[in-house]
């Protein structure tokens, strides 16, 4: 179990309200805590900066970044306990950009412990493979028939991906109703906002299983979407 929070916009915003939002998701939101490190990829006008810890998130006194498109992450443990080679996001450049990769559930039997892996590294590592002749929302069908076809059970494939011009947010669920795996979405002024839960003003839209919303700011205004994978 996690917490994400993932933003894009067209122009630059504050960040600092989305990690205290994710602070408090952490601290006092469902199946809290999460304080098994954190992380933050911000992509600002062309500049890329990650931020990781393996302290408590709630310890942070304030984020003064500013970003069009972040991913903000929480780190509940399943595996081994809290290190910043374990906090997500994790990153990955490939065709002239840089990728941001988020999860939240646990995949059984995927992680590579021999080699000091945990299960979303592997995870991602699948999704890069995928990644690399194909667009996110085909890499991420075949990732996710990979994982099933080699057996491997799951709680949930949700799953934050960004590049800086494009953000995805995929829930994949082992069961429809699944209140502890959740994604939530919303347009808040030409901000989009994904998160694991609702928070602030505006109108929450839940993002059903098998499904992926995304938002690309390649055409020089936000454009937004929702799809099955």
Not at 31 to 55: C, I, M, Q, R, T
Not at 87 to 112: C, M, Q, Y
Not at 129 to 153: H, Q
Request: proline fraction near 3%; glycine fraction near 8%.
């Amino acid at each position: 179990m996690c917490r994400m929070i993932a933003i894009a916009s067209q122009n630059p915003i504050d960040v600092a309200p989305h990690f205290e939002a994710l602070k408090e998701q952490a601290l006092h939101g469902r199946n809290s805590p999460h304080g098994d490190g954190w992380g933050v990829a911000l992509y600002n006008e062309g500049n890329f900066e990650l931020k990781k810890s393996d302290g408590f998130i709630w310890d942070v006194p304030k984020l003064n970044e500013k970003a069009h498109m972040a991913v903000l992450h929480a780190r509940k443990s399943s595996s081994p306990g809290a290190s910043v080679f374990f906090s997500h996001p994790f990153i990955n450049d490939l065709r002239g950009k840089t990728w941001a990769f988020a999860h939240n559930g646990v995949i059984k039997g995927l992680e590579d412990l021999s080699n000091g892996y945990i299960d979303t590294q592997v995870y991602n590592r699948y999704f890069v493979d995928e990644l690399r002749e194909r667009d996110p929302v085909e890499a991420m069908r075949r990732t996710v028939k990979r994982i099933e076809f080699e057996g491997f059970e799951y709680t949930s494939l949700n799953a934050f991906v960004a590049n800086g011009s494009q953000l995805y947010a995929f829930r994949i669920t082992n069961k429809d109703e699944d209140e502890s795996h959740t994604i939530f979405y919303k347009n808040d002024f030409d901000v989009i906002v994904l998160s694991t839960e609702r928070y602030g003003r505006g109108r929450w839209t839940e993002l059903k299983n098998r499904k992926y919303a995304f938002a690309d700011r390649t055409s020089g205004k936000i454009e937004v979407g929702v799809g099955k994978i």
